[in-house]
């Protein structure tokens, strides 16, 4: 069976906000392991042949 | 949420999909206390001995901050039942229909795999342990097993809120020592008193939820002794880090002098009428209760960061 699935304006709203949430929460976890790795390596890590 | 179609008409509850907002997903890690959390830690953090490189510090009270959250969601995803029979609790977000307790569930797992596993890599793993151990036994130990089976369930279930000073100077000691384990207990002891002058007088609310909170089963008057004695240990074992040593003669005399009115609104509670319907008593200490730790541990970090700055000695 085919259905049409329309969300309303409100699971619209929070399922943006929700998608928001949960990307800057990614982000967030990507720069928190990249700053931790440059302070455990030292900034030495940079400095290497490419 | 509806479907278009010739023969199908269903709302978006019956199909499930969400309606939560981030909020209502922040509102399960019970912010309140996990703001008590972050400083108890914190204290631990900055007490220990040794040095911690400021960012992985942060990184620490982070996790455990998110760990303590985790479980906070995982206790409302089993406990939803109970928490809509409640006053006090029949507004958080699953009884209040704004997240599904599935939501939920998922919600304080991958929190908890997260904040494991990031305090483990980023700071230490006994730290770590320490973590995963916490929110084993808040949301297995205390909400599926003990809250609903004796009245000894916060007496025990206690240690899981006490656990993050520990967890804090495990972080930078890598390790678990004595001075930690009287900032455990100072939490530990204060517990059962503070939230049987709650149950006191919410004691119909835990009635009508089933829970078996102290005063339900073993009565009022049996409470209000139960909570005078754990006051006078309570009080004694606050005053313990100025006789071991790890903290000052200004967090002594602090600590004594709370300690005495911890004492005295206790005192002040086991004096009530059993049929006092309004008990003010017990009203008044629970909320001294709360001014009494962070008293506490405020003075420790005080004491903590002037002795370090050798403001004194």
Redesign the interface.
């Known amino acids: 069976?085919?259905?049409?699935?329309?969300?309303?304006p409100?699971?619209k709203k929070?399922?943006r906000?929700?998608s928001?949430?949960i990307a800057v929460v990614l982000v967030s976890?990507v720069v928190?392991?990249y700053?931790?790795t440059i302070?455990k390596f030292g900034p030495a890590i940079l400095a290497r042949p490419l | 949420?509806?479907?278009?179609?010739e023969h199908?008409s269903l709302t978006?509850s019956q199909?499930g999909?969400?309606?939560?907002?981030?909020r209502d997903?922040f509102e399960l890690l019970k912010p309140r206390v996990m703001s008590l959390v972050v400083f108890t830690a914190f204290v631990g953090l900055i007490m220990a001995p040794g040095t911690i490189?400021p960012?992985?510090g942060a990184?620490a009270i982070l996790c455990i901050a998110v760990g303590a959250g985790a479980s906070g969601a995982l206790n409302m995803w089993y406990d939803a039942d109970i928490d809509a029979i409640m006053s006090r609790t029949a507004r958080r977000p699953i009884p209040d229909g704004r997240v599904t307790r599935s939501e939920a569930l998922i919600f304080g797992l991958v929190l908890s795999a997260?904040s494991v596993m990031?305090l483990g890599l980023?700071v230490n793993w006994v730290a770590s342990a320490l973590l995963a151990f916490t929110i084993f036994f808040y949301a297995v130990v205390y909400t599926m097993w003990l809250k609903r089976s004796t009245p000894q369930n916060i007496v025990i279930g206690g240690a899981a809120g006490a656990f993050p000073p520990m967890i804090g100077w495990a972080s930078v000691t890598g390790s678990i020592s004595w001075d930690s384990v009287v900032l455990f207990l100072i939490i530990f002891l204060w517990t059962p008193p503070h939230f049987w002058a709650l149950a006191l007088f919410k004691q119909t609310d835990y009635g009508n939820a089933g829970v078996p909170m102290m005063p339900n089963v073993a009565g009022v008057r049996s409470t209000q002794k139960q909570i005078l004695a754990y006051a006078l240990v309570t009080a004694f074992v606050g005053v313990l880090p100025y006789f071991m040593g790890f903290a000052g003669l200004a967090y002594g005399l602090l600590a004594a002098g709370l300690g005495i009115g911890f004492v005295w609104y206790a005192f002040q509670v086991y004096r009530m009428d059993a049929d006092d319907k309004v008990m003010k008593p017990a009203k008044a200490m629970f909320g001294y209760s709360l001014i009494y730790l962070f008293g506490l541990f405020a003075m420790l970090l005080i004491d903590s960061a002037l002795t370090r700055f050798g403001v004194w000695a």
């Open positions: 069976m085919n259905e049409l699935y329309e969300l309303t409100k699971q929070s399922r906000r929700r928001i949430a976890l928190l392991f700053v931790a302070i | 949420m509806a479907i278009t179609g199908e978006g199909i999909l969400s309606e939560a907002d981030p997903y490189h960012f992985f990184v997260f990031t980023l």
